[in-house]
């Protein structure tokens, strides 16, 4: 998708006396004029947060290219078995073909001649077409001005501007990877300001470019921060400042796709977890000092009901015991994958009250927050660092975020509103089913015009582009349809088993479309949290996958979803196998 940008001047910092002011330029391209002008609290505690919402923005933690010994051995092994085959059998075949090279040479020399002399033509012909070229040196000049913004200015060539949105109560400001894979959100409330005037709600791109991040690294603590966002612009005394800044973007499909999946993740259930800031450095202390060199590359946590939090430390066998003690009522092992990315929070070290952890489930993204007070930064994470938000679990469908909904209605509502929670919305629908209205809620996080935040619950209104999203990026997907059809179908062989450990088995049998397709057996296992524990399934399309929650397949998803809807049953005992009328019978 095409995205341009324009703004008025670059964004930059004006000194002032013993004051600054940190002036963002937004994007005139928009529809609403965007503008905050407010003086801050806390400035240096800002400046570090924004600092690590622009790491977020360049961090790249894609899988490179590894070294394959095993390979290489299998290589030389295979050059020498040629080496012996070609003293075989190489002199009577290389004899043979030289024969025929003699022979077709001699053909090919009549040739020559009159392809020498058609070329000659060719190149007058074409140096003629050259004078008059008036795109001649196009090419040439274009590749020199991107060699000029690589150099001058690396965000003009390379990163996505962050996205800033001005709430009743906050202001936020969003930003994604270039691998796709960490989310970030810095949310300042409006108690950090001291406003100088009234501000105009809405949403815009700002212009972060590597000259202001060096001004702000020069913020101090006696410094006084103004924050400005201006549709306007800014002007200096000394520098020539061009009328206009363009950037034409070609953002990637899974760019836009990944940014609207995240809020979906963010709705679902997960557990929370305190951390002390001292357990937080404890964990980056050690990531830091240990470079892990083969597999298993995980932490496992342990969490045991009132006990200290152990975290266990792969491929080392190091036990990590925090200080923070887990409040949960059962006992949980949760892996994570990816842990390096974990180090972006450092800056915000000495910073942070306190860090709180949303653990979603195996394979699932994990989320941090880091608690500053009046100002708070959320940080998402998917599974694994090369698995991007959109590659493979549908975060939307396991949210419950299917079809159109009252799509229309919800954004009438919210663009009023700005924000609420999701109860307040349902509740302004009084006639209106919940699974429509969460349908038009999800609809409004695929159109990139609202997001979720973990730290109110709220569902916000937020216009990620100027222009409304091309149709093959919000519509309903190939696999929701596969879901919404198996959703028929799910309930007929649907059975429920409750382990003591408190945990609750799900399985059905779907039979195939067409008489050669064989039936599906799909299980899976969610503890009281709604977190999936274990998926299993015998469809191809699982089998062929990673073979967990990370790439389900459409029947683990139907399942899931199904199976929501009856963890609040009770008295179940143990290991007995209930079929779908007892479930009834029990529900009625």
């Known amino acids: 998708m095409n995205v341009n940008y324009k703004y008025a001047s670059p964004s930059q910092c004006k000194q002032a006396d013993n004051g600054t002011t940190l002036g963002f330029s937004t994007d005139l391209s928009r529809d609403e004029k965007v503008s905050f002008l407010g003086k801050l609290k806390h400035p240096l505690v800002f400046r570090d947060a924004m600092l690590m919402l622009r790491d977020i923005v360049i961090s790249d933690m894609s899988q490179k290219t590894k070294e394959r010994p095993e390979y290489f051995?299998?290589?030389?092994?295979?050059?020498?078995?040629?080496?012996?085959?070609?003293?075989?059998?190489?002199?009577?075949?290389?004899?043979?073909?030289?024969?025929?090279?003699?022979?077709?040479?001699?053909?090919?020399?009549?040739?020559?001649?009159?392809?020498?002399?058609?070329?000659?033509?060719?190149?007058?012909?074409?140096?003629?077409?050259?004078?008059?070229?008036?795109?001649?040196?196009?090419?040439?000049?274009?590749?020199?001005?991107?060699?000029?913004?690589?150099?001058?200015?690396?965000?003009?060539?390379?990163?996505?501007?962050?996205?800033?949105?001005?709430?009743?109560?906050?202001?936020?400001?969003?930003?994604?990877?270039?691998?796709?894979?960490?989310?970030?959100?810095?949310?300042?409330?409006?108690?950090?300001?001291?406003?100088?005037?009234?501000?105009?709600?809405?949403?815009?791109?700002?212009?972060?470019?590597?000259?202001?991040?060096?001004?702000?690294?020069?913020?101090?603590?006696?410094t006084d921060v103004t924050l400005s966002?201006?549709?306007?612009?800014?002007?200096?005394?000394?520098?020539?400042?061009?009328?206009?800044?363009?950037?034409?973007?070609?953002?990637?499909?899974?760019?836009?796709?990944?940014?609207?999946?995240?809020?979906?993740?963010?709705?679902?259930?997960?557990?929370?977890?305190?951390?002390?800031?001292?357990?937080?450095?404890?964990?980056?202390?050690?990531?830091?000092?240990?470079?892990?060199?083969?597999?298993?590359?995980?932490?496992?946590?342990?969490?045991?009901?009132?006990?200290?939090?152990?975290?266990?430390?792969?491929?080392?066998?190091?036990?990590?015991?925090?200080?923070?003690?887990?409040?949960?009522?059962?006992?949980?092992?949760?892996?994570?994958?990816?842990?390096?990315?974990?180090?972006?929070?450092?800056?915000?070290?000495?910073?942070?009250?306190?860090?709180?952890?949303?653990?979603?489930?195996?394979?699932?993204?994990?989320?941090?927050?880091?608690?500053?007070?009046?100002?708070?930064?959320?940080?998402?994470?998917?599974?694994?660092?090369?698995?991007?938000?959109v590659k493979g679990t549908a975060f939307n469908i396991m949210a419950g975020f299917t079809g159109n909904g009252n799509y229309k209605d919800v954004y009438k509502l919210l663009k009023q509103n700005r924000s609420m929670t999701m109860e307040e919305i349902f509740n302004s629908f009084p006639d209106v089913k919940k699974d429509v209205v969460k349908a038009g809620i999800g609809m409004l996080f695929r159109h990139g015009e609202g997001y979720f935040d973990i730290i109110t619950n709220q569902v916000r209104f937020r216009r990620l582009c100027s222009e409304p999203l091309p149709k093959e990026l919000y519509e309903i997907s190939y696999i929701e349809k596969e879901v919404e059809k198996l959703n028929k179908q799910t309930f007929n062989n649907m059975t429920v088993k409750y382990t003591p450990s408190k945990e609750f088995i799900f399985s059905t049998k779907y039979k195939g479309s067409y008489w050669w397709e064989s039936d599906t057996n799909t299980e899976i296992i969610v503890d009281q949290d709604a977190q999936i524990v274990k998926v299993k399934c015998n469809c191809s399309k699982f089998r062929s996958g990673d073979r967990n929650i990370s790439d389900p397949c459409a029947h683990i998803l139907a399942l899931y979803i199904a199976s929501f809807k009856l963890l609040k049953l009770k008295n179940l005992e143990y290991n007995k196998e209930y079929k779908i009328n007892d479930i009834m019978e029990m529900l009625l």
């Open 73 to 222: 051995v299998w290589l030389e092994e295979e050059i020498e078995r040629r080496i012996k085959e070609h003293k075989e059998y190489a002199p009577n075949i290389r004899k043979k073909i030289k024969e025929e090279i003699n022979a077709f040479s001699a053909e090919a020399d009549k040739y020559n001649s009159e392809i020498r002399k058609l070329n000659d033509i060719k190149r007058e012909l074409q140096n003629k077409i050259d004078e008059y070229d008036a795109w001649k040196d196009y090419y040439k000049i274009e590749r020199k001005f991107w060699d000029f913004l690589r150099e001058r200015d690396y965000d003009l060539w390379f990163v996505l501007d962050p996205v800033i949105t001005v709430h009743k109560d906050q202001v936020s400001f969003e930003a994604f990877s270039v691998d796709e894979s960490t989310y970030g959100c810095l949310s300042v409330d409006m108690k950090e300001f001291d406003l100088l005037q009234e501000p105009n709600l809405g949403t815009t791109n700002i212009d972060f470019s590597v000259k202001l991040e060096k001004e702000m690294k020069r913020f101090r603590s006696y």
């Open 229 to 389: 966002v201006n549709p306007e612009g800014f002007t200096v005394d000394s520098d020539v400042v061009p009328e206009y800044i363009e950037k034409k973007i070609d953002l990637p499909e899974t760019w836009i796709k990944g940014f609207n999946q995240v809020s979906s993740a963010a709705a679902l259930d997960g557990i929370e977890i305190k951390l002390e800031v001292s357990d937080m450095y404890d964990i980056c202390a050690f990531l830091r000092k240990h470079k892990e060199k083969k597999s298993p590359r995980y932490m496992k946590w342990i969490l045991e009901p009132g006990e200290r939090i152990q975290i266990v430390f792969e491929p080392f066998g190091t036990v990590l015991t925090l200080n923070s003690i887990y409040n949960g009522n059962q006992r949980r092992e949760e892996k994570i994958w990816g842990r390096r990315r974990w180090l972006v929070v450092e800056k915000l070290l000495p910073l942070s009250k306190a860090f709180y952890i949303r653990l979603l489930g195996f394979g699932m993204p994990q989320f941090i927050r880091a608690d500053m007070g009046t100002i708070q930064m959320t940080v998402g994470f998917t599974s694994w660092s090369s698995n991007d938000w």
